[in-house]
């Protein structure tokens, strides 16, 4: 099994900053990409950024220029530096990675963690 932990979320005004990290452990092969997504009550979880096992990234066009995702592949963990907080970046945050056990592919994902932007 794996599992993925998220921790660095809590409460910042508006034009602040949070790290958010994100740890995978547990028995696999390689992680390859690896991603960041959040969701708000009543509306859909949504993608905000991703890295590939090869250090590309992506971005949603809400979080460009502001947010940035890396990882550090010998500790097993993806960061989202998020920097010029806006409250419309309020919401639970999820950590989600495409795990390689043996010869097959499996999606996790963490348990969130919350991130409140005040104005």
């Known amino acids: 099994q794996v599992q993925l932990v998220e921790s660095g979320g809590g409460l910042v005004q508006a034009g602040g900053t949070l790290r958010l990290s994100c740890a995978a452990s547990?028995?696999?092969?390689?992680?390859?990409?690896m991603g960041w997504y959040r969701q708000t009550p009543g509306k859909q979880r949504e993608w905000v950024a991703g890295i590939t096992s090869g250090g590309s990234t992506n971005y949603a066009d809400s979080v460009k220029g502001r947010f940035t995702i890396s990882r550090d592949d010998a500790k097993n963990t993806i960061y989202l530096q998020m920097n010029s907080l806006k409250p419309e970046d309020t919401a639970v945050y999820y950590c989600?990675?495409?795990?390689?056990?043996?010869?097959?592919?499996?999606?996790?994902w963490g348990q969130g963690t919350q991130v409140t932007v005040s104005s």
């Open positions: 989600n990675a495409d795990v390689v056990r043996v010869l097959w592919h499996y999606n996790y």
């Open positions: 547990g028995s696999f092969t390689s992680i390859n990409t």
